[in-house]
């Protein structure tokens, strides 16, 4: 009778000891993939709220073969110790699957049980800010199963959080994060092996500051006025307190600006990102841009130039903030189509929209300028953004134009394309044999052809032949 006994109390402690570390070594059932279409590939993605995924549907054929990212949450996902309801991402991950866009996941804790405190910054649908686990075990855990779950939907990069420097989404020191991603890291090469493991950006309000201190730290000190007041034209009087971003005409308010806690604080966690890719934790940069597109070759001159040769750089937001409402179509047509050619002659490899959808009651901030009204009609923009995608389909090889006067990108695909726009005044450019064209503004429509410009202005145009290959466009753009 006893040894019955002592074997039956050993299995109840141990069914215990499995329920109180919410760890096991089991894997789970995954789903079965929804079919993807064939469809050819592109670099270009976006960002959309879902449930206005139906309305917006027919438009997101046009980013077939592109990507958008889902948010995979530990607390959403697990409840309570133990208890995991995956349902959420994995119908996200799976509609996105059934129009032939692949998804990048962003892991991130939240809050709740399995972390300490409670939540400063709740947002609609549960959203709150993430902090450092009450247990490393749950978190490696649930990043395990979170890998092998989407590993075998097709997803192959996941990200660490999203945007820590900022308060709302990450309630610890850069010290913290550095410990979280490097239990991420191995997590995610345990569960697999080809998984490849993302940082989780510095927001784009945040990152102009870091920019700017490296132009001071390097003695470029007009350069670093002049590009703190390019970069936060639209940001000054937006914010109060701690987080305001305030005009500077000096270089010595400059200085003053950057010393407050908050843009010091925007320095110190890229300063640790930077830190985590030299130690090889991430092996993708994730990039966060939503300010004029003037800025955006500094910027990401500046990121390049911190991050270790050979690894990507991946824009997963792009967008324009801006209050003001009023620009016409053409003037936001334009912004779009140059800071996203800007990004792949840089040799950006993913560039995803932030919104898709205009959303004017703030879901994904009422400032951002969609590529879609908040209605669901199809903008100029959204045309524009779409051709610039079938250029540059099929991993079609991206250069810079190099002729005087203008500014823009080749695109080398099956049908050799040139987007491209005059960086002053107009210019004359050649008229090429064959060659069709499109000035890209708020009128633009996705399948319009006419004979190709012959006099670029600051309007972006878009020129592409299909009677000869990509060098019959070097006499416009070089």
Not at 27 to 40: N, S, Y
Not at 117 to 124: I, L, M, N, S, V
Not at 242 to 271: K, Q
Not at 282 to 290: A, D, K, L, T, W
Request: charged fraction near 20%.
């Amino acid at each position: 009778m006893t040894r019955p006994r002592r074997t039956a109390v050993v299995a109840a402690l141990a069914a215990l000891l499995v329920g109180l570390s919410g760890c096991t070594t089991e894997p789970e059932p995954v789903p079965t993939p929804v079919p993807m279409p064939t469809h050819a590939s592109t670099p270009l993605g976006a960002k959309w709220v879902w449930s206005d995924f139906d309305r917006i549907k027919p438009a997101l054929g046009e980013l077939t073969g592109g990507h958008t990212y889902v948010e995979v949450v530990l607390c959403d996902v697990q409840p309570s110790r133990g208890e995991f309801d995956w349902s959420t991402p994995d119908s996200f991950v799976q509609r996105a699957r059934g129009i032939g866009v692949g998804s990048l996941v962003k892991l991130r804790t939240g809050r709740c049980w399995a972390t300490p405190g409670t939540a400063k910054f709740a947002r609609g649908q549960g959203v709150t800010e993430s902090t450092l686990p009450r247990d490393m075990d749950v978190y490696t855990d649930f990043v395990q199963r979170a890998v092998r779950r989407y590993a075998a939907l097709g997803v192959t990069e996941f990200a660490v959080e999203n945007e820590v420097n900022s308060p709302s989404f990450w309630d610890g020191t850069p010290q913290d994060y550095a410990v979280l991603a490097r239990a991420a890291a191995r997590a995610v090469h345990a569960a697999d092996p080809d998984a490849v493991v993302v940082d989780g950006a510095v927001s784009s309000a945040g990152a102009g500051y870091a920019l700017v201190a490296s132009l001071l730290a390097a003695g470029r000190d007009a350069e670093a006025l002049s590009t703190y007041r390019t970069y936060y034209a639209r940001r000054f009087g937006t914010r109060e307190g701690d987080a305001a971003i305030d005009d500077v005409s000096t270089v010595a308010g400059l200085r003053a600006e950057l010393a407050r806690p908050g843009p010091s604080s925007m320095v110190r966690f890229t300063d640790a990102i930077d830190g985590l890719f030299r130690e090889g934790v991430f092996q993708v940069r994730q990039v966060h841009f939503y300010e004029p597109w003037q800025a955006l070759p500094a910027m990401l001159a500046f990121v390049r130039a911190r991050t270790p040769e050979g690894v990507p750089l991946e824009l997963w937001e792009l967008g324009i903030y801006d209050e003001d409402r009023s620009p016409a179509a053409g003037e936001r047509t334009a912004e779009v189509v140059k800071s996203t050619v800007i990004a792949l002659g840089a040799g950006v490899r993913k560039v995803l929209w932030l919104p898709f959808l205009d959303n004017p009651d703030g879901r994904q901030g009422q400032n951002l300028h969609g590529l879609l009204t908040a209605s669901g009609d199809v903008r100029g923009a959204f045309s524009a953004f779409a051709l610039v995608s079938r250029a540059a389909a099929d991993d079609a090889p991206v250069a810079g134009v190099r002729r005087a006067g203008l500014a823009g990108a080749t695109f080398g695909s099956t049908r050799p394309t040139v987007v491209a726009w005059a960086t002053g005044g107009s210019v004359r450019v050649p008229t090429v044999p064959g060659a069709t064209g499109e000035v890209l503004d708020g009128d633009t429509t996705v399948g319009a052809t006419s004979p190709a410009a012959t006099t670029v202005t600051g309007q972006p145009v878009l020129i592409t032949t299909t009677t000869g290959p990509a060098s019959a466009l070097e006499e416009i753009t070089q």
